[in-house]
């Protein structure tokens, strides 16, 4: 009887799923159907939304965008604004922006595209009904002044503050409960562990950020300033003063026009001529098409999120890291595949698994050996386990805000034991190995324990200290004084030898080209590895939690979890894990 239950309720759910399949097949196909029907206008204002940010990965699948909507990824951007800057159809840009949903980081490369476009004789429009409400805005502020003309509704303001970071400290929280930390770093930078050790900021964290907001802030104050006809010391006394009110904003010449939204969208579509219209990204891209389709192909690999050694898993509602077996499977892929010429491997992660990264880091080196070229592009970040991966390859690109680097290694554990007594739970145990109980969180280290943890903490270290140096052809003295689990912003580490030019995918793709030895006039064809599914397998991937582009379920949702909570969810992962390559927590530099 039981079987027949079992076999009665698999029948049910397979004609289920064929029914889904088939529904959203039906769906798709009608989508598609419609989004082509009507031609583009002769006189076009590309519309791009820009106040949700810009997804880091591969676009979507057609079921994605049929159940989540047309999400835009940073590379639609780019690609959108490459196209229409040669499309004498496309007129200039209208963007709405204004919420801090993006990293410095992406904001660079975003006005990167922006003034490429504007250099070809177009215009580019931004309005924001606020810059920060109650709120910083110093970052899409920085964005908005990519644009040549700002509007900014009349009740708005231009929350241009400056940069901030602050980073919680848990040890005496900790132990009033009976909790301790027990971490060990290499080297004194290394202070990912620092929220659960330390009570305050010791002084190599302090002088580590202190530099950080330094490049950052004169990153920032400079290209606004060139930007907005400023001197840096007028932004820098504005950034005193904000937020600013929208009449403040005006008169110290931050913002164009104080209009509505309605009212700029008139004024782009009349600076672009009678019965132009505005066309939003997504469709541009699909009735236009996007660019590069022919030419020498080179392959476009994404290594973000936290570095694990076979994903983070979660089922349909789970949310993907950087898979390091699947990324190794894609460079397998890229490497056999005769067309490719080099690969771009774009990473934005904080780092991870050790062993992980080094699995990834031995496949990028055998790519190479393949006479296959490997040149990384850096988002937001890059640093600690995302650095170990990223050294392997024959170039490097960063962009100045990147915070990159962090060559440094932390490992040990949190000792629950004292929060067991207090909660009069006794904990026993039986163990066959001197040292079987050294992950434990009922035990603290022994001196011996404590030793080994010692030996593989300066094993892991001097290991990624000898990727560096072979990788960047330093000697291990020039490492050593760049390492110590030191983050750097990408300006810092073009300086210190990390990294080879400060720039984005157009740099990145022009150093790929020269690898290959594709001729600088030579069209070349971008193809994202491992390629999309098709839409019966993308279905059945976000079933299982298993899309290659990330966005399973709750990415919508994930998208909102707070900084603190992200910094715990992180703390955990380390305590769970012998031994990490993790950038350590800077704040919410915002």
């Keep these: 009887m039981r079987r027949f239950v079992v076999g009665f309720f698999a029948v049910i759910g397979a004609l289920s799923l064929l029914v889904l399949v088939g529904v959203a097949g039906v769906i798709v196909a009608a989508w598609r159907f419609a989004a082509h029907q009507a031609a583009l206008p002769d006189a076009i204002v590309l519309s791009a939304d820009l106040d949700h940010g810009l997804a880091e990965g591969p676009a979507p699948g057609a079921v994605a965008r049929v159940v989540f909507g047309d999400q835009t990824t940073l590379r639609d951007f780019l690609d959108a604004l490459d196209r229409a800057g040669s499309d004498k159809r496309v007129k200039g840009l209208y963007a709405r922006l204004g919420d801090d949903s993006l990293g410095l980081a992406k904001v660079q490369q975003v006005r990167a595209a922006i003034a490429a476009f504007r250099a070809k004789g177009k215009f580019a429009v931004a309005f924001a009904d606020t810059f920060g409400e109650f709120g910083p805005g110093t970052r899409p502020y920085y964005l908005a002044t990519a644009f040549d003309q700002v509007w900014l509704q009349p009740l708005g303001s231009v929350g241009l503050t400056g940069l901030y970071s602050e980073v919680p400290f848990l040890r005496d929280a900790l132990g009033k409960i009976g909790v301790a930390a027990r971490f060990d770093r290499r080297s004194e930078y290394k202070t990912v562990m620092n929220s659960l050790t330390d009570s305050a900021m010791p002084p190599p964290q302090r002088e580590e950020i202190d530099g950080l907001l330094t490049s950052l802030d004169g990153q920032i104050v400079h290209d606004i300033a060139a930007a907005r006809g400023l001197t840096e010391a007028q932004v820098r006394a504005l950034i005193d003063r904000g937020p600013l009110l929208a009449d403040e904003a005006k008169a110290a010449h931050l913002v164009d026009r104080l209009?509505?939204?309605?009212?700029?969208?008139?004024?782009?579509?009349?600076?672009?001529?009678?019965?132009?219209?505005?066309?939003?990204?997504?469709?541009?891209?699909?009735?236009?098409?996007?660019?590069?389709?022919?030419?020498?192909?080179?392959?476009?690999?994404?290594?973000?999120?936290?570095?694990?050694?076979?994903?983070?898993?979660?089922?349909?509602?789970?949310?993907?890291?950087?898979?390091?077996?699947?990324?190794?499977?894609?460079?397998?892929?890229?490497?056999?595949?005769?067309?490719?010429?080099?690969?771009?491997?774009?990473?934005?992660?904080?780092?991870?698994?050790?062993?992980?990264?080094?699995?990834?880091?031995?496949?990028?080196?055998?790519?190479?050996?393949?006479?296959?070229?490997?040149?990384?592009?850096?988002?937001?970040?890059?640093?600690?386990?995302?650095?170990?991966?990223?050294?392997?390859?024959?170039?490097?690109?960063?962009?100045?805000?990147?915070?990159?680097?962090?060559?440094?290694?932390?490992?040990?554990?949190?000792?629950?034991?004292?929060?067991?007594?207090?909660?009069?739970?006794?904990?026993?145990?039986?163990?066959?190995?001197?040292?079987?109980?050294?992950?434990?969180?009922m035990q603290d280290f022994s001196p011996a324990m404590q030793g080994r943890l010692d030996d593989m903490l300066d094993r892991t270290y001097q290991g990624f200290k000898n990727h560096v140096a072979a990788g960047r052809h330093l000697s291990p003295e020039a490492v050593e004084g760049i390492a110590k689990g030191r983050v750097w912003s990408g300006a810092q580490a073009k300086a210190n030898g990390l990294v080879d030019a400060l720039g984005g995918y157009s740099i990145a793709l022009r150093l790929a080209r020269e690898a290959a030895k594709v001729p600088a006039g030579a069209p070349i064809r971008l193809v994202v590895f491992p390629r999309p599914k098709g839409t019966v397998a993308e279905i059945l991937a976000r079933l299982s939690g298993d899309s290659t582009d990330g966005r399973g379920i709750s990415g919508t949702i994930g998208a909102r979890v707070g900084a603190v909570l992200a910094l715990y969810d992180r703390l955990a992962a380390l305590a769970a894990a012998p031994d990490s390559l993790m950038m350590p927590p800077i704040g919410d530099v915002r």
Excluded at 268 to 281: I, P, W
Excluded at 382 to 411: F, Q, R
């Design 259 to 441: 209009g509505y939204r309605d009212e700029a969208i008139g004024a782009a579509r009349r600076r672009a001529g009678a019965g132009a219209m505005l066309v939003g990204l997504p469709r541009y891209l699909r009735e236009a098409g996007r660019p590069n389709r022919s030419g020498a192909t080179i392959a476009l690999i994404y290594g973000t999120g936290l570095i694990t050694r076979e994903g983070t898993g979660g089922g349909a509602l789970g949310a993907n890291g950087l898979d390091a077996a699947k990324v190794a499977a894609a460079f397998r892929a890229a490497a056999s595949d005769r067309n490719v010429r080099a690969i771009v491997f774009r990473i934005d992660s904080p780092g991870g698994s050790a062993v992980a990264s080094e699995t990834l880091w031995h496949e990028i080196e055998r790519t190479r050996q393949r006479g296959k070229p490997v040149i990384v592009s850096m988002g937001d970040v890059a640093a600690s386990g995302g650095y170990y991966i990223a050294a392997a390859a024959d170039k490097i690109v960063a962009e100045p805000a990147t915070l990159t680097g962090s060559i440094g290694v932390v490992a040990g554990k949190v000792v629950l034991s004292g929060l067991m007594q207090k909660l009069g739970i006794a904990v026993d145990s039986v163990q066959r190995g001197a040292d079987a109980g050294m992950f434990s969180a």
